[in-house]
Antibody, heavy 120, light 108 residues
Framework: QVQLQESGPRLVKPSGTLSLTCRVS?????????WIWVRQSPGKGLEWIGE???????NYNPSLKSRVTISVDKAQNQFSLKVTSVTAADTAVYFC?????????????WGQGTLVTVSS | EIVLTQSPGTLSLSPGDRATLSCRAS???????LTWYQQKPGQAPRLLIY???RRATGIPDRFSGSGSATDFTLTISRLEPEDFAVYYC?????????FGQGTKVEIK
């Protein structure tokens, strides 16, 4: 049973960089999956941030594209999210998730989420 | 991008009732690539349905998805106490993947 766990600083200053890691246990990040980031602003709905394929191919939400980087660290069996030039609007719970490439849409494994607050 | 509009915003029902949730897309969703999630406070989304009508592993058969093109429906045949939550649809047929704004199913 795969488990995903987000980690990283919970407080980031405005104009700084938000960095989160999703540690994967019970499976390999080198497996045939899309590794996904989604966020949810307090009291609001869900927003897809982007994804990385096990081959290294990435897709990003155009609303964030110029500020977002998703990468995979095979040695540590984890994947990461970086968002630059953050503002209060980036305050949200950030979730990581996994989707098999051979069963498109079956995003059935999620981390518990971590709240990141942007504030001075 | 594809905008998903869910209705109603809130559904007030009693345990044992039938719930019908709607998700309408601003453009045709390619290959009916639409999912439904359930979310409870403080929890991650839980996948219920993908491919518009395929139940995810371990999801009770009282949950069913239907629809195609721009109109999709999630039906809960008989509400159990644990079903009161917020439900989101998401399309993954065209990037960026987009979510609806959610429907809250609350106890009447």
């Amino acid at each position: 049973q795969v488990q995903l766990q987000e980690s990283g600083p919970r407080l980031v200053k405005p104009s700084g960089t938000l960095s989160l890691t999703c540690r994967v246990s019970g499976d390999s990040v080198s497996g045939s999956y899309w590794w996904i980031w989604v966020r949810q602003s307090p009291g609001k709905g869900l927003e897809w941030i982007g994804e990385i394929h096990h081959s290294g191919s990435t897709n990003y939400n155009p609303s964030l594209k110029s500020r977002v980087t998703i990468s995979v660290d095979k040695a540590q069996n984890q994947f990461s999210l970086k968002v630059t030039s953050v503002t209060a609007a980036d305050t949200a719970v950030y979730f990581c998730a996994r989707e098999p490439t051979n069963d498109y849409g079956r995003t059935d494994s999620w981390g518990q989420g971590t709240l990141v607050t942007v504030s001075s | 991008e594809i905008v998903l509009t869910q209705s109603p915003g809130t559904l007030s029902l009693s345990p044992g009732d039938r719930a019908t949730l709607s998700c309408r897309a601003s453009q045709v969703v390619n290959s009916n690539y639409l999912t439904w999630y359930q979310q409870k406070p403080g929890q991650a989304p839980r996948l219920l349905i993908y491919g518009a009508s395929r139940r995810a592993t371990g999801i009770p058969d009282r949950f069913s998805g239907s629809g195609s093109a721009t109109d999709f429906t999630l039906t809960i045949s008989r509400l159990e106490p644990e079903d009161f939550a917020v439900y989101y649809c998401q399309q993954y047929g065209r990037l960026p993947r987009t979510f609806g704004q959610g429907t809250k199913v609350e106890i009447k």
